[in-house]
């Protein structure tokens, strides 16, 4: 899934045992109720987190993140979220269903990988409509939605547009349905995404970055101000007003902006 990790199974005569298995921190949303209500009360409503328990074959078995409760499920009934915003799977309409579902505020956002095309993505964000950006791959697998930004990852694509809204409708809020899981007594659990504030170094003084006061009052902390000064001393000392320099040409390891000129916003609106 790009540059996101999933767990592999293993292979040899482990493998079946393996795969029929499900971890405790698979997360699954359901995304039609279960059963239909024209056959019975349903177990489980659409926008319903399941923690996945097991797999096997068409069935899986779940625990309710709600009630704690278990029992199986048809996993077209499902779909796995990673990060707490990444829905394998999710088609097109699902995903306005699910962000129109109550909880949900402006803002809200998935980003869902195309069910025919693996490593196809696209955000869809709730605003007065729900809007959807196609997700384009560079050939060095670097991501963007407007051409003149592009992100080495997944992640750092959210994390930005959780910062600005940057062309697209709104800022990023919330994932899709995180007002839906309640806090856990025995071990809260971590937010499913970080909304991160980007560090300004145009605020910093460059003087700063070469002190290893660890006494100062110093914006930059000692680990990272140490490091730049062990590297300065084995670079041959180099003057360090013409290093500073030559570093502001290089280009950020996590974002590469292209200049704005002749490059609007775009609005990608995707149909898959």
């Not at 003084?205 to 110093?218: I, P, Y």
């Not at 007003?241 to 704005?260: G, N, Q």
Request: charged content about 25%; hydrophobic content about 30%.
């Amino acid at each position: 899934m790009g540059n996101i990790m999933r767990g592999s199974s293993s292979t040899g005569k482990d493998n079946t045992e393996s795969s029929s298995k499900g971890s405790e921190d698979d997360i699954v949303v359901v995304l039609k109720d279960y059963p239909s209500p024209e056959i019975s009360e349903p177990i489980y409503r659409m926008g319903e987190k399941l923690r996945l328990i097991a797999q096997e074959a068409y069935w899986w078995r779940v625990r309710s993140v709600q009630t704690q409760k278990e029992n199986y499920i048809p996993n077209s009934h499902v779909a796995k979220v990673y990060h707490g915003w990444l829905f394998e799977g999710v088609e097109r309409q699902k995903a306005e269903e699910l962000l129109s579902l109550p909880g949900n505020r402006v803002g809200s956002f998935l980003v869902r990988e195309s069910s025919r095309e693996r490593g196809q993505y696209s955000l869809s964000v709730k605003h007065r409509i729900i809007k959807h950006y196609r997700i384009f791959r560079l050939d060095n697998s670097w991501y963007y939605i407007s051409p003149r930004l592009t992100f080495q990852c997944l992640e750092d694509m959210i994390n930005h547009y959780c910062d600005f809204a940057d062309g697209l409708c709104c800022a990023l809020s919330t994932p899709c349905l995180a007002g839906m899981t309640p806090p856990s007594d025995a071990s809260p659990a971590a937010p499913p995404v970080v909304m991160r504030r980007n560090f300004d170094w145009k605020k910093i003084d460059s003087r700063q970055l070469v002190s290893t006061d660890s006494c100062s009052d110093n914006m930059v902390s000692y680990g990272v101000r140490n490091s730049i000064a062990a590297y300065l001393s084995f670079s041959g000392n180099q003057d360090p007003a013409r290093t500073r320099a030559e570093s502001r040409k290089k280009k950020s390891k996590s974002v590469y902006a292209i200049p704005e000129s002749g490059l609007g916003n775009i609005d990608y609106d995707d149909n898959f």
